[in-house]
Nanobody, 118 residues
């Protein structure tokens, strides 16, 4: 089992920046990747970005390409999501998830709220 704790959300104006953190603990040696997902009010949860746990390979949703950057610090077992040029449509609860050989986990934490508003 891998435990994940998200942090770093908040209220920001359009065009602003935020950095989210996801700290992993437990069986991190079994990880294939860590990723970020988000769920806006009234919408389904959607994929945002992911990064391999053992290589530099990363994947982004088209809606965030060029604005969001996912990175990791293996020494700290932490994955970051740097978000710039934020838009109101980025407003959502952001969740971290971990993938192992069976795919993405099926349980979700509390997430961290990101609100982009003037």
């Amino acid at each position: 089992q891998v435990q994940l704790v998200e942090s770093g959300g908040g209220l920001v104006q359009p065009g602003g920046s935020l950095r989210l953190s996801c700290a992993a603990s437990g069986r991190t040696f079994s990880l294939y990747a860590l990723g970020w997902f988000r769920q806006a009010p009234g919408k389904e949860r959607e994929f945002v970005a992911s990064i391999s746990w053992t290589s530099s390979r990363s994947i982004y949703a088209d809606s965030v390409k060029g604005r969001f950057t996912i990175s990791r610090d293996n020494a700290k077992n932490t994955v970051y999501l740097q978000m710039v040029s934020l838009k109101p449509e980025d407003t959502a609860v952001y969740y971290c998830n971990a993938a192992d050989s069976e795919g993405w986990g099926t349980s979700w934490g509390q997430g961290t709220q990101v609100t982009v508003s003037s």
